[in-house]
């Protein structure tokens, strides 16, 4: 069974998304809608539907509270690495300071 409603920049996991509709409020070029279908809660999960428009900025995996959407940031015109989904994974960084730091 598969999980997760994938574009090529985007990935929602419907298994995890409560339908909060965030991603809908925030995405600032209108890249996701809510799906007819209904998953394990029985709420209309998000889907990701601006392959062209969308511009990989990551704001909709940031306001995600249940961190089921993971964005692609471009290597090239068909490479994507994964860039983390959730708000720690940006603000984590290095564990250990830095002598200059200091």
Known sequence: MKSKV??????????????????????PKHCFKMSTDVNRHGVHYAEFVGKVECIS???????????????????????????GNTISTWLEGTKEQKEEDL
């Open 6 to 27: 994938s574009g090529s920049k985007v990935s929602v996991d419907k298994t995890k998304c409560k339908g909060c509709q965030y991603c809908l409020i925030y995405c």
């Open 57 to 83: 900025c990551g704001l909709c995996a940031v306001v995600c509270p249940d961190c089921c959407i993971t964005v692609f940031k471009g290597l090239g015109d068909e490479v994507y690495k994964k860039v």
